[in-house]
């Protein structure tokens, strides 16, 4: 059918695409991994054992900078006016809450990066003499530091749900769990990355402290399980709007994501693997590799489903 | 602020010709991709023989209490001392969160500017001179009024009072200076 009044392209509801599920996931990544290592660091200090060396927080070293960055680098290009963009570091808006996430992020990545280099203090004292001293002056700060990034990760992990439900006309937004919901994820998605990156690359005994970190997988899958059934049955009582949203887990294409990567990959494999699986599979790499990519597959899912089919249902 | 400027839309004289999406087209050259406003003839609805379409004219709705303009990071998007959502092109980044915030659907990227567009009652140059907006004076049928709904003696003042009247998504608070009078027929969807 041709419309009189012309082209309607513009009116497609869906204007955040996959670049920014994607800058969320990875500004998820980034903030779960360093809650983590740092809480893990924590509890091992709590019992005085040493906390030098662990794999996971290695992980986390490398995980948070890289992925925080890529996600970054992902947004600015995603902006009409990329070369522009530090016109959103100079003006602030404070009732935006992305202008609350730039201001959280502005400090949160340079922190992130000392924290990288005091995990690897050593080559980099033996690579570039010149940073001792600012390593130096960082170690002997490190414990507020760590109790700094840890509250700037949780502002990253939260922003990012208040960023999407901020929208007031997409009812599966704007809902008060998608905070929660988002930062939940993120924790799934941190331990599972940094399970992943400390047995592919930094653990000698392929169990040391991933135990200690598979211990919050429970919890944390709980959480996220709760919020999504919270989301939704909020849903149902929200009006009509809000009720014809819930046909985004019934029917089309973003309900099979839903059911099959959120809670399939997300939620199902990974519980039912630490559940069920034979106590001699688990600490094997090739079973930690499968359910940490699994579980981060189902939070990339989780991301993607939250950005499509959040914007398709407006009221 | 003293004025507070509205359009109102009567939907029963609106015969959905188009003239105002084209006038604001030549007025404030838009590129041939996009638009500020489209009236949207919708419908049949109703029962043969008593069938009606209903006109729906789609464009900014100058919230007063503006999504757009409380989620823009840098603050390009606001409110001018006139009270009209306006745009300042330097300090947007195109960021798409106004875009996307817009519970109207009615802000786009203008392709040529990369930056958010949409109707700001042609603030520039006809209500600067003191005109009405581009779609106010074209319109065949009179269905468009303009003008400050402070100021009681106005007409859209009179229509607003002595007219039923009713706003688009008025639910979710954003106070939108578009008021529409309905269709005598059928009913009233916000
Ligand atoms: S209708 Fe949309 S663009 Fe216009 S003021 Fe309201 S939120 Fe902003
Ligand atoms: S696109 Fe521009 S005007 Fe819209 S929210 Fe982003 S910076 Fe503000």
């Known amino acids: 059918m041709n419309n009189i009044w012309g082209s309607m392209e513009q009116y497609d509801p869906v204007v955040w695409n996959w670049i920014i599920a994607v800058y969320l996931f990875m500004a998820g990544l980034s903030a779960g991994s360093m809650l983590v290592a740092i809480g893990l660091k924590w509890y091992k200090q709590s019992r005085g054992l040493p906390t030098e060396g662990l794999p996971v927080v290695k992980a986390a070293a490398v995980i948070a900078p890289v992925s925080i960055c890529l996600g970054m680098a992902l947004l600015v290009l995603d902006l009409t006016k990329p070369f522009?963009?530090?016109?959103i570091l100079l003006n602030y808006n404070l009732t935006s809450v992305m202008a609350w996430g730039v201001i959280a992020l502005l400090v949160y990545i340079p922190l992130v990066f000392v924290f990288a280099g005091l995990v690897f203090e050593e080559p980099i004292r033996r690579c570039v003499p010149a940073l001792n001293g600012v390593l130096k002056v960082c170690r002997s700060l490190e414990g507020s530091l760590n109790k700094l990034i840890f509250a700037l990760a949780l502002c990253v992990g939260v922003y990012t749900g208040f960023l999407l439900s901020a929208m007031i006309s997409y009812p599966i937004l704007n809902t008060a769990v998608l905070p929660a919901l988002f930062l939940a994820s993120a924790l799934s998605a941190g331990s599972a990355g940094n399970i992943l990156v400390a047995t592919l690359f930094f653990s000698k005994k392929e169990s040391d402290?991933?135990?200690?970190?598979?211990?919050?997988?429970?919890?944390v899958a709980f959480n996220e399980a709760l919020c999504l059934v919270l989301?939704?049955?909020?849903?149902?009582?929200?009006?009509p709007a809000a009720q014809a949203a819930t046909s985004a887990i019934t029917s089309g294409a973003w309900a099979s994501v839903f059911w099959l990567g959120v809670v399939g990959l997300g939620l199902v494999v990974p519980l039912s693997a630490s559940l069920f699986a034979p106590q001699s599979w688990k600490h094997s790499k090739g079973f930690l590799v499968t359910v940490s990519c699994s579980t981060i597959l189902g939070v990339l899912a989780l991301r993607h489903f939250v950005v499509y089919a959040g914007q398709s249902y407006i009221s | 602020m003293t004025k507070r400027y509205v359009l109102v839309h009567d939907e029963n004289k609106c015969i959905g010709c188009q003239a105002c999406n084209v006038a604001c087209r030549?007025?404030?050259n838009v590129p041939e991709s996009v638009t500020r406003i489209q009236v949207r003839i919708e419908g049949p609805h109703g029962n043969f023989p008593n069938l009606h379409f209903k006109y729906n004219r789609v464009s900014?709705?100058?919230?007063?209490?503006?999504?757009?303009?409380?989620v823009c990071p840098t603050g390009a998007a606001y409110v001018a001392d006139d009270g009209i959502v306006s745009i300042n092109e330097k300090?947007?980044?195109?960021?798409?969160?106004c875009v996307a915030a817009c519970p109207y659907k009615v802000r786009f990227i203008n392709p040529d500017t990369k930056v958010p567009d949409k109707c700001d009652f042609c603030k520039k140059t006809r209500l600067a001179r003191g005109e009405s907006p581009a779609c106010v004076s074209v319109c065949p049928t009179d269905a468009l009024c303009f003008g400050d709904a402070n100021d009681?003696?106005?007409?859209?003042?009179?229509?607003?009072?002595?007219?039923t009247n009713y706003q688009q998504k008025a639910n979710l608070g954003t106070q939108p200076r578009v008021y529409r009078i309905p269709s005598r027929k059928g009913g009233i969807k916000a």
Do not use: W
């Open chain 1, 209 to 219: 402290c991933i135990e200690q970190v598979h211990r919050i997988e429970y919890p």
């Open chain 1, 231 to 239: 989301l939704f049955v909020g849903l149902n009582f929200s009006g």
């Open chain 2, 91 to 97: 300090k947007c980044v195109g960021c798409l969160y």
């Open chain 1, 84 to 87: 522009e963009f530090y016109h």
């Open chain 2, 60 to 70: 900014c709705e100058q919230c007063e209490n503006a999504p757009c303009v409380k």
């Open chain 2, 26 to 28: 030549s007025e404030n």
């Open chain 2, 152 to 163: 009681p003696q106005s007409e859209v003042s009179q229509l607003l009072d002595t007219k």
